[in-house]
């Protein structure tokens, strides 16, 4: 079964922070990558940050460096977003991603079902 399902999620205020985990079955065998994405009200879904599997190299949009951080736990077969210094233009549905590496999301090939996020000024 591959399953990828997003956690952490929820409401906090401007400059604040969340921590959002996504817990991966199977879905990272074979995925060079796994990455977040996230999809503000009324526009298209943008890539995030994205991970080696191994662990290494994290990429990360212009829009979050320096504030967002991505991690994996092997053990755990888990991969966190650490969202820091959090800004209203940060609320969206962020999604959990394995497959290919980058930040297009036709690059990955599974996907989880979404947390929302929402941050007030």
């Known amino acids: 079964q591959v399953l990828l399902v997003e956690s952490g999620g929820g409401s906090a205020q401007a400059g604040g922070s969340l921590r959002l985990s996504c817990a991966a079955s199977?879905?990272?065998?074979?995925?060079?990558?796994m990455a977040w994405f996230r999809q503000p009200p009324g526009k298209e879904r943008e890539g995030v940050a994205a991970i080696y599997t191994r662990g290494d190299a994290p990429g990360y949009a212009d829009s979050v460096k320096g504030r967002f951080t991505i991690s994996i736990d092997k053990a755990k077969n888990t991969v966190y977003l650490q969202m820091n210094s959090l800004q209203p233009e940060d609320t969206a549905m962020y999604y959990c991603?394995?497959?290919?590496?980058?930040?297009?999301?036709?690059?990955?090939?599974?996907w989880g079902q979404g947390t929302q996020v929402t941050v007030s000024s």
């Open positions: 991603a394995a497959g290919d590496c980058g930040l297009s999301q036709r690059g990955y090939h599974y």
């Open positions: 199977g879905a990272t065998y074979g995925s060079a990558c």
